[in-house]
């Protein structure tokens, strides 16, 4: 997950280092010369900002005196158009700084008013809540001033800011300075596996496409919006829909064109346009589609008909602006050997790094076997009744995944006719480790759960089921070079064909070379494996003390230590059943801490488990009774 505020618009200024001047001084910036980057979505609805970073530093009033002038910002050389309507502030500071602050803004021509961060019959700041801006504290926050509410029409007028304070009131930082056209603070939150070509292939009928995992993102309320880059075949979205899964429950289908189940909208109240050759950026709306926000959604699920032509997705991302975004940057791939960084505890984990995308087209490992198409999934399976007798079971063969697989891949699709009911699937690491089995019927201690959680039917006459894995409690991180399947046939003879199989829901790792044996394709009649994972024992944390000022944003946490725990998970809650939207979740390897970002003057509660972790995967305690944020 990528969380970013935008920023697509650079600016360019040199001999930084012969500017350098106090933090009291006026600052001489004439020669910086600053420019929009050249745009091809320069219409009206796409988002632009342009950075002041030369505004960007801590700012100082002392303690002598009645008054002093801190800085003067000159903003000639940006250039600032009349669009340019707000200026952004990201701040820390003592709580009292702003309590004299004001800014003189300064035009071509002279003075257009001086402004004071508290109310003044001279001027006040007002932000673009139409409140004033918020005292700095430790942490740091970001507000958005409204020029018009100043009697200001734009920044175009601007071209000084002189800064004023009174000695005495502490000092602030300025983080990061910038004048956009939103009244809000841009973020959105980058869906890079979205990102990738799409065929639903030829012929006619239904076609799965993929299954978009946005579980792990945690998304809030504020995202009310998906962007989209494309491009693609003109009639690739006549029948393409988008299936919205929440983690309860379904949310409902929506199509590209108008549909009784549901229609996407963009912001603009139209259908999302058709693909061209020319690369095209589609704000869609949430609401105005029938979803209220991106909130809880866990999966969306794309599908489609044959015959329609293949599309592209360039860039995803869920935002919290009408805007047009900036698309995500590209991130260059990892080169460097996997390194070690402390966590909390100082003890060392291995830091996740950029695996190579095989440009392909697509990311889906069609399990049909290597260049020869040997050690296919995809195959017919036949064994007549009583050729293996009872409790063995016949090997039918391996399937690789082609040294593709990683932890990422996530969902298992299979396309079959016939009684499964017997059949097994035992994974196999590249250092020849297995897990399993696994088995397709429910009764069976390890089995497989589809990602709807549906039943999944035992006799199939061509069904298509999707299983996740994860849920499954497959380790995809380390059993990924492929499956060994079994089956048994005890009252009837079994034949099963598997049509399709298809991995999906990651990126592809690039081949590795191995010395490792390929497995033996022989069949052969082999014992069940009985052994059953070890069972996990994580103890009970309990919350010791959770107190805050009734005033105060942060709230101090002492939890019980769990011998063994490798960390703890903390739910805050302005509920006592943890069931408000306002509730927050943290992981943490300290059983003394501090939860930020709360809001005063609430009544909050909290409660803990602890974790362990266990091939990768984290085995939780039970949680600890509630305990109420006690005010001091």
């Known amino acids: 997950m990528r969380l970013k505020k935008i920023s697509n618009k650079a600016i360019a200024y040199a001999c930084v280092?012969?500017?350098?001047?106090?933090?009291?001084?006026?600052?001489?910036?004439?020669?910086?010369?600053?420019?929009?980057?050249?745009?091809?979505?320069?219409?009206?609805?796409?988002?632009?900002?342009?950075?002041?970073?030369?505004?960007?530093?801590?700012?100082d009033p002392g303690t002598d005196g009645d008054y002093k002038y801190l800085a003067g910002i000159d903003l000639a050389a940006l250039?600032?158009?009349?669009?340019?309507?707000?200026?952004?502030?990201?701040?820390?500071?003592?709580?009292?700084?702003?309590?004299?602050?004001?800014?003189?803004?300064?035009?071509?021509?002279?003075?257009?008013?001086?402004?004071?961060?508290?109310?003044?019959?001279?001027?006040?700041?007002?932000?673009?809540?139409?409140?004033?801006?918020?005292?700095?504290?430790?942490?740091?926050?970001?507000?958005?001033?409204?020029?018009?509410?100043?009697?200001?029409?734009?920044?175009?007028?601007?071209?000084?800011?002189?800064?004023?304070?009174?000695?005495?009131?502490?000092?602030?930082?300025?983080?990061?300075?910038?004048?956009?056209?939103?009244?809000?603070?841009?973020?959105?939150?980058?869906?890079?596996?979205?990102?990738?070509e799409y065929n639903p292939g030829e012929g006619e009928g239904y076609q799965y496409l993929a299954g978009i995992d946005l579980a792990d993102l945690n998304v809030t309320k504020d995202y009310q919006y998906l962007q989209l880059s494309y491009t693609g075949e003109s009639t690739s979205f006549d029948e393409l829909r988008f299936e919205v899964v929440g983690t309860d429950k379904g949310l409902g289908t929506f199509w590209f064109k108008e549909n009784p189940q549901g229609t996407i909208k963009t912001v603009d109240d139209t259908l999302v346009a058709n693909p061209t050759e020319t690369e095209q950026t589609v704000v869609i709306d949430l609401a105005k589609s029938g979803i209220t926000n991106a909130e809880g959604i866990a999966t969306i699920h794309m599908h489609d008909t044959k015959g329609k032509g293949a599309f592209t997705i360039t860039d995803a991302q869920f935002t919290n602006t009408p805007l047009q975004v900036a698309k995500t940057p590209v991130e260059p791939e990892e080169t460097t050997p996997e390194e070690t960084t402390p966590d909390n505890n100082g003890e060392t984990t291995p830091e996740t790094t950029t695996e190579k995308v095989i440009a392909d087209g697509t990311n889906d490992i069609i399990l049909n076997g290597d260049d020869q198409g040997k050690s296919a999934m995809i195959g017919t399976y036949s064994i007549k009744k009583g050729s293996v007798e009872k409790p063995n079971y016949k090997y039918l063969g391996w399937a690789t995944f082609k040294d593709f697989a990683n932890e990422s891949y996530k969902y298992l699709k299979i396309t079959y006719t016939g009684n499964i009911k017997l059949l097994r699937f035992e994974f196999e690491g590249k250092g020849g480790e297995k897990q399993g089995p696994f088995w397709f019927d429910p009764e069976q201690a390890t089995h497989f759960v589809t990602e709807d959680g549906s039943a999944i039917p035992l006799v199939g006459n061509n069904t298509t089921v999707v299983i996740n894995l994860a849920k499954s409690g497959v380790d995809m991180s380390k059993y990924n070079s492929g499956v060994h399947m079994h089956c048994s046939a005890e009252d009837e003879d079994v034949n099963i064909s598997i049509t399709d199989a298809v991995l999906y829901g990651g990126k592809k790792s690039e081949p590795q070379p191995t010395t490792t044996a390929a497995p033996t394709t022989k069949p052969t009649t082999v014992a069940p494996t009985t052994t059953q994972a070890a069972k996990v024992s994580v103890g009970k944390t309990a919350v010791k003390s959770a107190t805050k000022k009734k005033s105060a944003k942060k709230a101090s946490v002492v939890l019980k230590k769990v011998k063994g725990a490798k960390g703890y998970q903390v739910k805050i809650s302005t509920s006592k059943k943890f069931k408000s939207k306002a509730t927050k979740t943290i992981t943490t390897a300290k059983v003394k801490f501090v939860v930020k970002k709360l809001k005063a003057n609430k009544k909050y509660y909290v409660k803990a488990r602890a974790y362990k972790v266990v091939?990768?995967?984290?085995?939780?305690?039970?949680?600890?009774?509630?305990?109420?944020?006690?005010?001091?």
């Open 79 to 196: 250039e600032l158009t009349s669009d340019y309507k707000y200026l952004q502030l990201t701040y820390t500071g003592d709580a009292t700084a702003f309590d004299a602050l004001r800014f003189e803004m300064a035009g071509a021509d002279g003075s257009l008013g001086t402004y004071w961060f508290k109310e003044n019959p001279q001027g006040t700041i007002k932000t673009s809540d139409d409140t004033l801006v918020a005292d700095p504290s430790e942490e740091e926050q970001t507000a958005v001033i409204d020029l018009e509410k100043l009697g200001i029409s734009g920044a175009d007028l601007i071209t000084t800011i002189h800064m004023h304070d009174s000695p005495g009131n502490g000092k602030f930082t300025i983080k990061e300075a910038k004048f956009t056209n939103s009244p809000k603070e841009v973020k959105s939150i980058s869906i890079p596996w979205m990102a990738k």
């Open 17 to 59: 280092g012969t500017l350098a001047v106090s933090s009291l001084a006026g600052v001489n910036l004439a020669s910086v010369k600053a420019a929009e980057d050249s745009k091809t979505e320069a219409e009206i609805n796409a988002y632009k900002e342009v950075s002041v970073p030369w505004m960007a530093k801590e700012y």
């Open 615 to 632: 091939n990768k995967a984290k085995v939780y305690g039970k949680w600890s009774a509630v305990k109420q944020v006690k005010n001091k």
